[in-house]
């Protein structure tokens, strides 16, 4: 066998071990939280206790995290994409565009699946401060905001290879606006705390399986290996169009 062929080869067999490992601890909680498993139950309802009891005492704060939901909110995360997906494609990077439809709808339809076959109810709490419809698990803006930060991230990377700061700011945003998105949801009370955390690790599981996906095809094409942490799914993109 050709040592280019062995090279994708084991990097593709890399790439699904990886994807099932990110996606084993959600699958996990999906599991836990159908059985009702007593300590995640306990850990939900210590957290949402807390965290409502500041946003009851806080009305600031909770008009904040409501307005941060709405900014962040799925709908508007896609559409965010669906921008940038038509931007790549103006560009000439149709397949980094649809690397960025696929990775949204995956994602997108895995969480949807997830909500009808859990089925899980939202917190009932004696004097909310907000209201969301649907099932809970997992939260969709989670995993909405783990998808968009992930595709934004790896698709804007080449643009500052050079410039190690904004680099830093760019992993930053990645990182922080998910975080605060999810808190958010289990602060306003429309969300349990593990809703939350599996949406994170099925965004992240997602992006890192169509981004292994996306890098197998590089190789086959003869393109370099990159390292998407780095220079993100295609730097060339950063240099053409």
Known sequence: MPAVDRSLGLRITVAAVLAALLLVPSSLIAVLVVDNWAPLHDLDLTVTDALHGFAVDHPAWVRAMA??????????????????????WRRGASRVAVWVVITMTVGGALGGLLKLLVGRHRPDLLEPVARATGYSFPSGHALNSALAAGVFLLVLLPFVKERRWLRAVLWAVAIVVPLITGVSRVGLGVHWTSDVVAGWLLG????????????????????????????GVEPEIATDG
């Open 67 to 88: 307005v941060w939901s709405i900014v962040f909110a799925p709908t508007s995360l896609r559409i965010a994409a669906a921008v940038l997906a038509v931007w790549l």
């Open 204 to 231: 992240v599981a997602v992006v890192a399986a169509t981004t292994a996906g996306f890098e197998a095809w590089r190789g086959r094409v003869g393109r370099r290996k990159v390292d998407v942490t780095g220079e």
